[in-house]
Nanobody
Framework: QVQLVESGGGSVQPGGSLRLSCAAS????????MGWYRQAPGKQRELVAG???????NYADSVKGRFTISRDNAKKTVYLQMNSLKPEDSAVYYC??????WGQGTQVTVSS
């Protein structure tokens, strides 16, 4: 069983930055593909960024060039650096491991 705990969410003005963290426990973190998803009110949950166990990354078109996903296997943590934030980035952000395990989510609000 894998447990995931997200942190780093909050409120920020448009153009600002946040860094989300997702700390994992249980399992073998280095073997897992990891992903960040988000869900805004009334919308479906969507993939924001993913990183494979080998370090290959992919991004939703809406965040390319603004968000960066990374991982630290020694710390069993995956990060999402979010720059140039827009109001439409407001959502609950979730971490996912191995396409199965979900974290509880962290709220990101971008507003002036």
């Amino acid at each position: 069983q894998v447990q995931l705990v997200e942190s780093g969410g909050g409120s920020v003005q448009p153009g600002g930055s946040l860094r989300l963290s997702c700390a994992a426990s249980g399992g073998i973190f280095s073997l897992y593909d990891m992903g960040w998803y988000r869900q805004a009110p009334g919308k479906q949950r969507e993939l924001v960024a993913g990183i494979t166990s080998g370090g290959t990354t992919n991004y939703a078109d809406s965040v390319k060039g603004r968000f960066t996903i990374s991982r630290d296997n020694a710390k069993k943590t995956v990060y999402l650096q979010m720059n140039s934030l827009k109001p439409e980035d407001s959502a609950v952000y979730y971490c996912k491991a191995a396409y199965i395990y979900w974290g509880q989510g962290t709220q990101v609000t971008v507003s002036s």
